[in-house]
């Protein structure tokens, strides 16, 4: 069985700031971990994945995520947030080979103060 | 360049009552289809998927039903809703591990 866990509900930061959202995960096979954002209301944007290779990703409009084995976490991190990164992150799993079922986290709502 | 559409946007409807909400894929050949539900505030939980028409597969048991009655389009419905039914619906195609959602429609049962 696939878990993740978004430790933190809320996370608020000043706009320039730099952030970190957490997200680890257990699952005893092969996965694919990625990050999606869901602006309020509006459906989720796929930003990045990581499969294997180069444990540090990176997505869309300046995030990153590193994929750490031993601490079977994938956070994802901006240098300088925007206030229109002001949105809902999801991480999620899925294992490779079946039917790209995702298993989403709780979610972290970030919000960036002008 | 594919494009996935839902229909309607939003809902109300009637506790007892019937739903059909529709998904639509252009300019992807033979996706892999599913549906999320996503309650209030919450997190996003996978209902079904579909990777071929005619084939749907139930991951959740809701009182819903799907359907994939062309290549291109999902149905999900049911014939009697219930309060607990209310959230948001994610129609979502994917590709190689990356996963792409339509704009959702929002559901409110009263």
């Known amino acids: 069985t696939q878990t993740v866990s978004q430790s933190d509900a809320h996370v608020t930061v000043f706009e320039g700031d730099s952030v970190e959202l957490r997200c680890n995960y257990s699952?005893?096979?092969?996965?694919?971990l990625s990050w999606y954002i869901q602006h309020h209301g509006r459906g989720l944007q796929f930003l990045l994945k990581?499969?294997?290779?180069?444990?540090v990703v990176q997505g869309v409009n300046g995030f990153k995520a590193e994929f750490s084995k031993s601490d079977s976490s994938f956070h994802l991190r901006k240098a300088s947030v925007h206030w229109s990164d002001s949105a809902v992150y999801f991480c999620?799993?899925?294992?490779?080979?079946?039917?790209?079922?995702?298993?989403f986290g709780q979610g972290t709502v970030l919000s960036v103060i002008p | 360049a594919q494009t996935i559409h839902q229909w309607p946007v939003a809902e109300i409807k009637a506790v007892g009552s019937p739903l059909s909400l529709g998904c639509t894929i252009k300019g992807k050949s033979s996706p892999n289809l599913y549906w999320y539900w996503q309650a209030t505030g919450g997190t996003l939980q996978q209902l079904f998927y579909?990777?071929?028409?005619?084939?749907v597969e139930s991951v959740v048991q809701l009182n819903l039903s799907a359907s994939r009655p062309k290549d291109d389009q999902f149905i999900l419905s049911t014939e009697k809703l219930l309060l607990s039914h209310s959230g948001f619906y994610l129609c979502a195609w994917s590709l190689a591990a990356e996963v792409f959602f339509g704009k959702g429609t929002r559901l409110t049962v009263v």
């Open positions: 579909s990777i071929t028409v005619g084939q």
């Open positions: 990581y499969y294997s290779g180069n444990p």
């Open positions: 699952y005893g096979g092969s996965i694919y």
């Open positions: 999620a799993v899925s294992a490779t080979g079946g039917n790209n079922k995702l298993t």
